[in-house]
């Protein structure tokens, strides 16, 4: 942080007279000059011998202008600094400080110049320091951890907002403010925009990310380093294009690995049963899904989506046509689509005429199964023989084969419609 008119008195051993010592110091400056105003920008330590620091309004002058102290020397003019300076520097609040005459003022300006220089070296330093960290981070924790690393970093709270101004990411999200009236004024700016202005006595800063507006970066600190939120959003820019390359590919090969699925071919990575859904967009959970001729179709247990029956690998291709056909016929599931199917006439009646109730029900729940046996021998709670030869026993009922896909599906729309 910048020296102060107090720290540097106590390094010099300058008497403080009078005022607010303080304020930092931005300069050093020595004058007699009756109004040197003029010449000033504010943020200096005035020094003088005091040849017209006694005019009237002198004092006032300088508050005027921005000066944080003045450091009046003594053992030239002025044996001691005049009692109606002190009492005018107390009243307009202008830190004063005497300067004795051992203590030259150059040697006031080198110390003031080797602390501004040290201060400046600290903010690089700490500037580098910081781009290393959210580099570390960008590797190896993505566009979170930027954002984390950069709330950690300056001490205060970081969030990134998407285009639609919601939350994706964010560090001390309880001390996030409402930011809407601030993001709607940045949006009509269009293009690359930033805003930063002080909200509650915290600094805070918005940047757009990227022209293609991925999103808007938002920061609020006490300390402010424009430097170090500059290189977090440039950091977040790189990201989030790698991400939407990356996440180009991993698109493309999951639609490779569906058309292979729908081929017969197997992939790792799926559980041994599952159904096919078909979902409204791209889903969060941690599921196979892939994009193949307009739909998002996802293969796993249970999800919220039109339902084909349970196939597993070597069948995707049925489950994938069943969901769209329960799709057509507007239904959740496609064993629902059995129950809205015409049937001929006693159709039902006739097939399912030579099976006794038991043998009707373990078709049931084989079929449900399609034809695996272990499952369906453990639903039934019987072994996975005595399944077989209840089957076997249908076929010579039926005086046909059920490795018949047709008899099959005949069989599941009868049983389907007579437990209606």
């Not at 202008?65 to 020397?73: I, K, S, T």
């Not at 609040?93 to 051992?102: F, I, N, T, Y």
């Not at 049925?318 to 056909?325: D, L, N, S, W």
């Amino acid at each position: 942080m910048p020296i102060t008119v107090r720290e540097l008195a106590g390094r010099l051993a300058l008497p403080v007279l009078a005022g607010d010592v303080s304020k930092p110091v931005g300069w050093v400056h020595g004058t007699e000059l009756a109004d040197p105003t003029p010449f000033l920008e504010g943020g200096e330590l005035l020094l003088t011998t005091g040849l017209n620091a006694l005019r009237d309004g002198y004092v006032e002058r300088l508050v005027r202008a921005g000066v944080v102290g003045l450091g009046f020397g003594t053992g030239l003019g002025h044996d001691v600094v005049p009692p109606a300076l002190v009492e005018a520097a107390a009243e307009a609040g202008l830190g004063l400080v005497e300067v004795p005459r051992d203590v030259p003022f150059i040697a006031i300006s080198k110390a003031v110049s080797k602390a501004l220089a040290a201060d400046e070296y600290a903010a690089l330093t700490r500037t580098s320091e910081a781009q290393r960290a959210l580099t570390r981070a960008a590797v190896r924790a993505g566009v979170g951890g930027v954002v984390r690393r950069l709330g950690q970093w300056i001490d205060g709270w970081a969030v990134l907002l998407d285009a639609a101004g919601q939350p994706v990411h964010a560090h001390n999200p309880r001390l996030v403010p409402d930011l809407t009236a601030e993001l709607a004024r940045l949006k009509t700016a269009g293009g690359l925009a930033s805003a930063a202005f002080e909200l509650d006595g915290v600094h805070v800063f918005l940047q757009v990310l990227g022209s293609r507006a991925r999103g808007v970066l938002a920061v609020g600190t006490a300390r402010p380093d424009p430097g170090i939120v500059n290189t977090a959003a440039s950091l977040l820019v790189l990201a989030l294009a790698q991400h939407d390359s990356v996440d180009a590919a991993r698109r493309e090969l999951r639609a490779a690995q569906f058309r292979m699925l729908l081929a017969g071919l197997a992939v790792d990575g799926l559980p041994a049963r599952f159904r096919a859904f078909l979902a409204a967009g791209p889903p969060d959970d941690d599921v196979f899904w892939a994009e193949h001729d307009g739909d998002v179709v996802v293969l796993t247990d249970e999800f919220d989506g039109v339902a084909s029956s349970e196939v597993d690998q070597s069948d995707v291709a049925r489950g994938y046509r069943e969901a769209r056909q329960a799709r057509r016929a507007g239904l959740r599931t496609f064993e629902e689509l059995a129950g809205h199917l015409p049937l001929p006439d006693g159709f039902a009646d006739a097939l399912l005429k030579p099976l006794d109730a038991e043998t009707r029900a373990t078709l049931r729940v084989w079929l449900a199964h399609h034809g695996a046996w272990d499952p369906a021998a453990t639903e039934l709670g019987v072994h996975r023989h005595t399944l077989r030869n209840r089957v076997r026993k249908a076929e010579q009922a039926l005086n046909r084969s059920l490795d018949s896909p047709g008899l099959r599906a005949e069989l599941w729309l009868a049983l389907h419609r007579e437990g209606q």
